[in-house]
């Protein structure tokens, strides 16, 4: 165990680990008297968006966990995980801030230990090769290789997960029902800058001449909520949304409006009770995506 970080609160302590038994051994201890454990997995460099499922952790449950784990696997591109922004020291201060109670920080070693196999090779449905799984082979693969990890070592009650990176809620809620594992997903509202930028970590790589018309992609987003509200037809706000996206120093991968569910297009006589536009945009060298619920709720 790492030194205690001190917390805004003079009588409590906010617990740091690297070692997985270490981790457990103290959570052990700290589930007596059935005390849930709230989980919240992040490759730090952490915003508001991701305090956000803190608190939501810290109000439902008597022991909250923050991980900070930049996870290789995950990147199909080595020079992404290269520039991901790294800011243990403000991570640590804003956790505590809050009132986080432990923080995982583990080494690659320590989460892909060369004598166990972490890979995880289950049936997505299709989730996993669609949208970013089409523009980034092998992330999820990855994600649900790390997510798995991570869950077997903190074995939390409940994982906190924000509605941004919407494809990947959708495949970790599969991973989990696949694998029969005791945990519950909580889906958390996207956090907004002020202007209605999602709030990234990526944020922080942005040229600052685009950051403030990288508002562009909510506003798109806005736009085919308004539209599919007035009966405009699916394929014809896809092709207004990507020629809107379309614009100098930005250039969109995609924009698709789905089923919520499965992420399948919706059936245009019928459309489903959950309805979600999907996006991904390149602003000058950097990659954002965002999502908005168009019809119905989470």
Not at 28 to 41: A, K, L, Q
Not at 162 to 182: N, S, T
Not at 228 to 235: M, N, Y
Request: with cysteine; net charge negative; hydrophobic share 40%.
């Amino acid at each position: 165990m790492l030194p205690a970080f001190g917390k805004q609160n003079q009588f409590s302590k906010m617990y740091l680990f690297q070692r997985v038994s270490d981790l457990q051994t103290y959570l052990t201890t700290e589930r007596v008297n059935n005390r849930s454990v709230g989980f919240v997995p992040t490759m730090g460099a952490l915003h508001a968006g991701h305090l956000k499922l803190v608190k939501r952790s810290l109000a439902e449950n008597q022991i909250t966990v923050a991980s900070i784990f930049v996870n290789p696997t995950q990147f199909n591109d080595a020079s992404d995980l290269e520039k991901y922004p790294r800011t243990l020291g403000k991570d640590l201060e804003m956790l505590a801030g809050v009132g986080c109670d432990v923080v995982f920080l583990p080494q690659v070693a320590t989460i892909y230990p060369t004598d166990l196999n972490t890979e995880v090779t289950i049936d997505f449905g299709g989730l996993d090769q669609v949208l970013e799984g089409a523009q980034r082979p092998g992330h999820f693969a990855g994600v649900a290789q790390v997510v798995n990890r991570l869950l077997n070592i903190v074995q939390p009650h409940y994982l906190y997960l924000g509605q941004k990176d919407y494809q990947q809620q959708l495949i970790i809620k599969r991973l989990i029902a696949v694998l029969q594992l005791p945990v519950k997903v909580v889906v958390v509202a996207t956090e907004r800058e002020s202007d209605g930028l999602a709030m990234s970590s990526r944020n922080l790589l942005l040229d600052p001449e685009l950051r403030p018309r990288s508002v562009l992609l909510q506003q798109t987003l806005e736009g085919a909520k308004n539209r599919l509200a007035a009966g405009e037809p699916v394929p014809e706000i896809e092709k207004w949304a990507l020629e809107q996206l379309t614009q100098p120093d930005f250039n969109p991968e995609y924009f698709s409006i789905v089923n919520g569910e499965n992420l399948l297009p919706p059936d245009p006589a019928t459309l489903p009770d959950l309805v979600v536009a999907c996006t991904a945009v390149w602003a000058g060298k950097v990659r954002l995506i965002d999502n908005l619920v168009l019809r119905g709720s989470l």
